[in-house]
């Protein structure tokens, strides 16, 4: 089973900064690995898959990057509404499987 | 536009079982797998498995082999998950979640508000 670690644990910055947040496998999965957003009181929401494909709707000061086993989400200028918390996940083709990471609290310094 | 709408929350006593539902809208059900992820309070997310709507073929995370069902009605558009023999740290909010691709892809873009689920006796 593959693990996913995820630094720091919490990352306190101010609108208008860039964040960098890092995600780790325990073993390369390749580029099949996606981040989500989730806001207090609501469900995750989607915003990049296979390392780098932003989904619909999620702004360009979004990227991510990497491969193998370390990967990276920035955000290139934080906006009010960005600060939450931050899963990375991993998905596995066969046997179909996905395991996140334990997240990234993003808050304002 | 595409919606996942989960029932209402539920609570069960130790060793009980609960079914919960997800109805989905907005697309053509049996194009696209869902999956299950639960939150405990305060905590991560956490997959329980898989379903397809297209044929009902299911992957669940092996934590869960045994003790999980995951079913559909395309005449409903309806999928459900059932946990048996509940304990205590089960208590989480149970998401359904759709998959971004026909098939099954593992990456989940529509995703139900969540309904919890409180095991205590």
């Known amino acids: 089973e593959v693990l996913l670690t995820q630094s720091p644990g919490t990352l306190s910055l101010s609108p208008g900064d860039r964040a960098t947040l890092s995600c780790r496998a325990s073993?390369?999965?390749?580029?099949?690995l996606a981040w989500y957003q989730q806001k207090g009181g609501q469900a995750p929401r989607l915003l990049i898959y296979?390392?780098?494909t932003r989904a619909t709707g999620t702004p360009a000061r979004f990227s991510g990057s990497g491969s193998g086993t370390d990967f990276t989400l920035s955000i290139s200028s934080l906006e009010p509404e960005d600060f939450a918390v931050y899963y990375c996940?991993?998905?596995?083709?066969?046997?179909?499987?996905?395991?996140f990471g334990p997240g990234t609290r993003l808050e304002v310094k | 536009q595409v919606q996942l709408v989960e029932s209402g929350g539920e609570v069960k006593k130790p060793g009980a079982s609960v079914k919960v539902s997800c109805q989905a809208s907005g697309y053509t059900f049996t194009s696209y797998g869902v999956s299950w992820v639960r939150q405990a309070p305060g905590q991560g997310l956490e997959w329980m498995g898989w379903i397809s709507a297209y044929n009902g073929n299911t992957d669940y995370a092996q934590k869960f082999q045994g003790r999980v069902t995951m079913t559909r009605d395309t005449s409903t558009s309806t999928v459900y998950m059932e946990l048996r023999s509940l304990r205590s740290d089960d208590t989480a909010l149970y998401y359904c979640a759709r998959d971004i691709s026909t098939g099954w892809l593992g990456y989940l873009d529509q995703w139900g508000q969540g309904t919890l689920v409180t095991v205590s006796s």
């Open positions: 996940q991993q998905r596995s083709s066969w046997p179909p499987g996905i395991t």
């Open positions: 073993q390369s999965v390749g580029t099949s």
């Open positions: 296979d390392t780098s």
